[in-house]
């Protein structure tokens, strides 16, 4: 197989069974969104079941149709913008929406009605009505007017994952302010601010229920090290060896000649490249793992393949060898973190751009665990 992500439900389980022991007294909303992060939505959505989750976030109503389709029965809160066909998705699936206007209460309203969140965007700056008033008067129609069901009252942080920084006390104080005025003569409703940077920060941004994503999927949210916060990463990335060349000084290797060789090597071609989600941002740039070995990616990563530099004497890699572009071999480990500093983004966008051409394997599945 030209290239493969390994994930282990196991820990994503873990993960979260641990999140929600740091936040005992909120329910735990499991963001499966983007096709979970990349590591497959029913999958992780079930594992994250089995780790405590007793709801499932998404952004748009396609995904939560498609949780629907594999029987998941959870809340399901669709968190994104809907134009008017997709809300009428996501009241076929039974899903949560997220309201702002009231436009879209009327839009709602006449689709029949559905429960609904008001969202105020206490700093984000997207989604969301910066006017506490209007947000109040939609909390307040959502109350009384039937069709609509209010169920909760949310936020979403900015800068959480930047730690010592105060934006993120002001926006908590501010959602807080706002929803204690409302539950104050509308109790029962749920409130929920925190992402996973923010649950593992702060207690007092739990609330009702803390809505974790990427910490589910064993990423460090504040982008260091896993480790640090008990998380386990779930995912790995591999491919083989299909080619092992001697190159020549003065040869190269790649689109662009970018690598030229100033010594003779020998030179493996690994079938896997930026229209996997392996980044052009990698191009002599990187590492990847074989035989437990950390060997140089030379050359520009193509849209197929990247090159690697396996030293003199070809550092005893033989072809069909696997490659670990992600994970660990042996003592040695390559994180999301680190990958994501090379390519100056971050872990999430490292896990969710391998694309659907890279098979997907699950471990510690239901039915393996039983």
């Known amino acids: 197989m030209r290239a493969l992500a390994l994930v282990d439900l196991a820990a994503i389980e873990r993960n979260t069974s641990l999140l929600a022991a740091r936040a005992p007294s909120a329910q735990l909303c499991a963001v499966v969104k983007a096709d979970g992060y990349g590591h497959g939505a029913s999958e992780a959505a079930a594992a994250a079941i089995r780790g405590g989750a007793t709801w499932l976030a998404v952004a748009t109503a396609s995904e939560a149709s498609e949780l629907r389709a594999e029987g998941i029965e959870l809340p399901i809160l669709v968190m994104g913008a809907l134009i008017d066909a997709e809300l009428e998705l996501a009241l076929a699936a039974n899903a949560d929406v997220v309201a702002w206007s009231e436009y879209f209460l009327s839009k709602l309203s006449a689709l029949g009605g559905g429960r609904v ?45 930047e730690i010592g920084d105060q934006f993120f006390a002001a926006q908590l104080e501010s959602f807080r302010q706002w929803s204690d005025r409302i539950v104050a003569t509308s109790p029962g409703l749920i409130r929920h601010a925190a992402n996973s940077a923010a649950l593992l920060r702060d207690d007092a941004s739990h609330f009702d229920l803390v809505r974790p994503g990427v910490a589910c999927y064993g990423l460090d949210p504040f982008g260091v090290d896993p480790a640090a916060q008990g998380l386990e990463p779930a995912l790995r990335l591999e491919s083989y060896v299909a080619r092992a060349e ?108 391998i694309s659907a051409r890279v098979q997907r394997q699950y471990a510690g599945s239901e039915t393996e665990l039983q």
């Not at 009505?129 to 008067?137: E, K, P």
């Not at 994970?327 to 966008?349: F, M, V």
Request: charged share 20%; glycine share 14%.
């Open 117 to 161: 969140h008001i969202k105020l965007d206490s700093g984000m700056g997207r989604l969301g009505t910066r006017d506490h008033d209007l947000a109040s008067q939609l909390a307040a129609r959502a109350s009384e007017q039937a069709p609509l069901e209010l169920v909760g009252l949310m936020t979403h942080f900015a800068t959480a994952d």
């Open 246 to 353: 001697r190159c020549e000084t003065g040869q190269s290797s790649g689109y662009g000649r970018s690598f030229i060789a100033e010594r003779p090597t020998v030179i493996a071609t690994v079938p896997i490249g930026y229209a996997d989600g392996w980044k052009r941002a990698f191009s002599n740039n990187s590492e990847v793992l074989i035989g437990g070995r950390r060997f140089a990616v030379v050359g520009n990563v193509s849209m197929d393949n990247i090159t690697v530099d396996l030293g003199a004497e070809g550092g005893g890699v033989k072809i069909g060898d696997r490659v670990t572009l992600l994970g660990g071999d042996g003592s040695e480990q390559i994180l999301s973190e680190h990958l994501a500093r090379l390519a100056a983004t971050i872990n999430y966008e490292i896990v969710t751009s």
